[in-house]
């Protein structure tokens, strides 16, 4: 398989969620899994083997602009948006990708008209 890029700019306690997701894509066999998390997780991540590179997610504007431009460089097969916020899913919309999923973080399902289509979308389900 190919590269796949993980984005998630939530609080801690979805964070620690979203390593059940992260552990999930590591079994899947992709050749690399790049993840974009907000500054104050790295060191939760930093020094985790399984993933390449490690994007940090930030408010300042310039910083925004020079991360989407880093991302743009490599074509991911896969990126998926955990948990979307407007800034991540227009970093999702503008990144270059096969496929693109953006969940967002919402009681009723949200679809994105950028995102392929997600399965069950807004129906609890185990993690």
Do not use: C
């Not at 997780?41 to 930093?46: I, R, S, T, V």
């Amino acid at each position: 398989m190919g590269e796949v890029l993980a984005i998630k700019q939530r609080r801690l306690g979805d964070t620690a969620l979203w390593t059940a997701s992260l552990e999930a894509l590591s079994d899947l066999g992709f050749s690399s899994i790049d993840i974009a998390y907000p500054t104050s997780y790295k060191a939760l991540f930093e020094s985790d083997p399984r993933f390449g590179n490690q994007y940090e997610l930030s408010s300042d504007l310039l910083s925004q602009w020079n991360l989407l431009k880093e991302i743009r460089q490599t074509r991911y097969d896969a990126i998926l948006n955990f948990h979307a916020s407007s800034q991540t899913a227009f970093l999702t919309r503008m990144a270059k990708a096969n496929v693109k999923l953006i969940h967002h973080h919402s009681r009723t399902p949200r679809y994105s008209k950028f995102s392929s289509t997600i399965p069950h979308l807004g129906m609890p389900m185990s993690a």
